[in-house]
């Protein structure tokens, strides 16, 4: 995708504080951080959000397999972390490639679910 900052950011066309990469996933500091730890996990290859992933793709498995890697290496693994993917308008989703945040670094408050 032309136009897409996190593709951009995903395939090194725009530096950014990168925390984790392998084959499938990238993961970043978040520019507008809500926790002292505030990471977005993003595939490399474009999906504007979790309706565009079909029933075999194995990609939210590569996602969650990073934040687990993830969490070890921020040393949130044992305090414990929110994992938050906003799908569309009501979501508030702001950037249309699909992305997970993971939010930790202090008691998170109040839940909706
Ligand atoms: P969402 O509301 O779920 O679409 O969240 C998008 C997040 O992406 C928001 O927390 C701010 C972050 N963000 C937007 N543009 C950039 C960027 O260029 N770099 C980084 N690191 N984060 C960004």
Redesign the pocket.
């Known amino acids: 995708m032309e136009d897409c900052?996190?593709c951009k950011?995903a395939n090194g066309e725009?530096g950014?504080?990168k925390v984790y990469e392998d084959e499938f996933v990238t993961a970043?500091?978040?520019?507008?951080?809500?926790a002292p730890v505030?990471i977005?996990v993003v595939p490399k290859k474009h999906y504007s959000n979790v309706l565009e992933v079909k029933e075999n793709d194995d990609i939210i498995a590569k996602i969650y397999g990073a934040i687990n890697k993830i969490a070890k290496q921020e040393n949130i693994d044992q305090s414990g972390f929110r994992v938050?993917?906003?799908c569309g308008k009501d979501?508030?989703?702001?950037?249309?490639h699909m992305?997970f945040?993971i939010i930790a670094g202090r008691a998170l408050g109040d839940k909706i679910v």
């Open positions: 900052i996190f950011i725009i950014t504080d970043f500091r978040d520019l507008n951080p809500q505030h977005l938050i993917n906003n979501a508030g989703q702001t950037v249309m992305h945040h």
